[in-house]
């Protein structure tokens, strides 16, 4: 098949729910994907940060090829010795606590503002607050959920007990909570809102909050979790622990899986018959997962996250004295954004002509996340591109 093949099959056949790029992918291993065509691409933004530790990765490879000879899926009702070692290994790397599983961002978010209520209720709170501009998925709590109005236009009446106060207010978040509030969920980097980062301060005051009005405090790290900001967890870059993460997108090395992690006292608040998933934590994804903190503890990723963010950053920096057009390089490690002060489709686009991979959100926000192993060669070929399509 050549790409215009696949192109009708999905005008006839595939719901037209994404503006696709024209482009079809055949193969891919770390940084570097080809198309159906033969072209070859350098991926600064693998799979919308699912391909964390690069596309094909071996080690992930090599343990699906095993599991999926040995058993691919068994019911939840029964044990997995993958699911049991993958939570062992989670906890290992977040706090004292237990962990559920799912099978994508919006699910692992569902679960943790299930546990909020649930763990609320006897006291009448219920309602949940959230961030402006923050990103939640696509379910319809989580578009509720989601700090954007974009996402819901359409779908109401939607589940009542959100809120939203801006990003990074203490003020405007201490006067929302009353004695309804149950849990504060917020992403500290928010990604798709434009790498807008929490401050250690605010993040330190919300923890404080939670703490004496009896809150859970809920950290989305859907996106900044397995090492992208150069800890295993993005909030291991802050002095506080939260009650509960959310994990997907990058822990499942492309394969779909999403996990709520609970602390201490809130390990234990879903019981038999309150939560489940058919397909969470099957032992092929939970194999998958395994591999995949393997692959970041073995080859020393966060460090190489934190090194090459460094470097990376520099470069862009560079770029910014250069080309007026870049107002801000925001970062921490390979979680990156360049703020222009014009629109960013343009640059996208000719990056893309140029066979590099980025993405644009929030209209002017280039967002480049490379694979955590990106190397030094690969960095400067990216800016390499980058200088020329600024150049103009
Ligand atoms: C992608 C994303 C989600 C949604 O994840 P899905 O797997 O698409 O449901 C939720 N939160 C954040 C921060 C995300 O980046």
């Given at each position: 098949?050549?790409s215009?093949?696949?192109?009708?099959?999905?005008?006839?056949y595939?719901?037209k729910?994404?503006?696709?790029?024209?482009?079809v992918?055949?193969?891919?291993?770390g940084?570097?994907?080809?198309?159906i065509d033969?072209k070859?691409?350098?991926?600064?933004?693998?799979g919308w940060?699912v391909?964390g530790?690069?596309?094909?990765?071996?080690?992930?490879?090599?343990?699906?090829?095993?599991?999926?000879?040995?058993l691919?899926?068994?019911s939840?009702n029964?044990?997995?010795?993958?699911?049991?070692?993958?939570?062992?290994?989670?906890i290992?790397h977040?706090?004292?606590?237990?962990?559920?599983?799912?099978?994508?961002?919006?699910?692992?978010?569902?679960a943790?503002?299930k546990l909020?209520?649930l763990?609320g209720?006897e006291?009448?709170?219920?309602?949940?607050?959230?961030?402006?501009?923050?990103?939640?998925?696509r379910?319809?709590a989580?578009?509720?959920?989601?700090?954007q109005?974009k996402?819901?236009k359409?779908?109401?009446?939607l589940?009542?007990?959100?809120k939203?106060?801006?990003f990074?207010?203490?003020?405007?978040?201490a006067?929302?909570v009353?004695a309804?509030t149950?849990?504060i969920?917020?992403?500290?980097i928010?990604?798709?809102?434009?790498?807008?980062?929490?401050?250690?301060e605010?993040i330190?005051?919300?923890?404080?909050?939670?703490?004496?009005k009896?809150?859970?405090?809920?950290?989305?790290?859907?996106?900044?979790g397995m090492?992208?900001?150069?800890?295993?967890?993005c909030y291991?870059?802050?002095a506080?622990?939260?009650d509960?993460i959310?994990l997907?997108?990058?822990?499942?090395g492309g394969?779909p899986i999403?996990?709520m992690?609970?602390?201490?006292?809130?390990?234990?608040v879903?019981?038999?018959?309150?939560h489940?998933?058919?397909?969470?934590?099957?032992?092929l994804?939970?194999?998958?997962?395994?591999s995949v903190?393997?692959?970041?503890e073995?080859d020393?990723?966060?460090?190489?996250?934190?090194?090459?963010?460094?470097?990376?950053?520099?470069?862009?920096?560079?770029l910014?004295?250069?080309?007026?057009s870049?107002?801000?390089?925001?970062?921490?490690a390979?979680?990156?954004g360049?703020?222009?002060s014009?629109?960013?489709?343009?640059?996208?686009?000719k990056?893309?002509?140029?066979?590099?991979?980025i993405?644009?959100?929030q209209?002017?926000v280039?967002?480049?996340?490379?694979?955590?192993?990106?190397?030094?060669?690969?960095?400067?070929r990216?800016?390499?591109?980058?200088?020329?399509v600024l150049?103009g």
């Amino acid at each position: 098949m050549k790409s215009k093949d696949v192109t009708k099959l999905y005008d006839k056949y595939v719901m037209k729910t994404y503006t696709r790029v024209p482009l079809v992918f055949e193969k891919a291993r770390g940084a570097d994907v080809t198309d159906i065509d033969g072209k070859k691409y350098l991926d600064f933004f693998p799979g919308w940060a699912v391909s964390g530790i690069g596309h094909c990765h071996p080690g992930v490879q090599k343990a699906v090829s095993r599991q999926v000879k040995k058993l691919i899926h068994v019911s939840n009702n029964y044990y997995s010795a993958l699911q049991g070692m993958l939570a062992k290994k989670i906890i290992s790397h977040s706090f004292p606590g237990k962990v559920f599983f799912a099978n994508s961002g919006a699910e692992a978010n569902e679960a943790a503002v299930k546990l909020a209520r649930l763990y609320g209720h006897e006291k009448g709170k219920y309602e949940i607050i959230t961030m402006k501009k923050s990103f939640h998925g696509r379910t319809l709590a989580m578009i509720t959920a989601t700090g954007q109005d974009k996402v819901k236009k359409g779908f109401s009446p939607l589940p009542a007990g959100f809120k939203h106060v801006p990003f990074n207010d203490y003020k405007a978040l201490a006067k929302a909570v009353n004695a309804k509030t149950a849990g504060i969920m917020l992403e500290l980097i928010q990604c798709e809102g434009g790498i807008n980062i929490a401050s250690k301060e605010y993040i330190r005051k919300v923890r404080r909050l939670c703490d004496k009005k009896g809150i859970v405090f809920i950290i989305d790290e859907v996106q900044t979790g397995m090492g992208r900001t150069g800890k295993m967890f993005c909030y291991q870059n802050y002095a506080v622990k939260p009650d509960v993460i959310t994990l997907a997108k990058a822990i499942g090395g492309g394969l779909p899986i999403g996990v709520m992690v609970a602390r201490g006292k809130f390990r234990d608040v879903l019981k038999p018959g309150t939560h489940a998933s058919t397909f969470g934590g099957g032992p092929l994804v939970a194999g998958a997962a395994l591999s995949v903190f393997e692959a970041i503890e073995h080859d020393r990723l966060l460090k190489n996250a934190e090194r090459k963010g460094k470097y990376l950053v520099a470069k862009l920096l560079g770029l910014k004295r250069k080309y007026p057009s870049i107002k801000e390089v925001r970062a921490v490690a390979l979680t990156i954004g360049v703020e222009l002060s014009i629109k960013g489709d343009d640059i996208y686009k000719k990056c893309l002509e140029k066979r590099l991979l980025i993405n644009c959100t929030q209209g002017n926000v280039l967002r480049i996340m490379p694979p955590i192993t990106v190397t030094r060669n690969e960095i400067d070929r990216a800016i390499k591109i980058l200088d020329e399509v600024l150049h103009g």
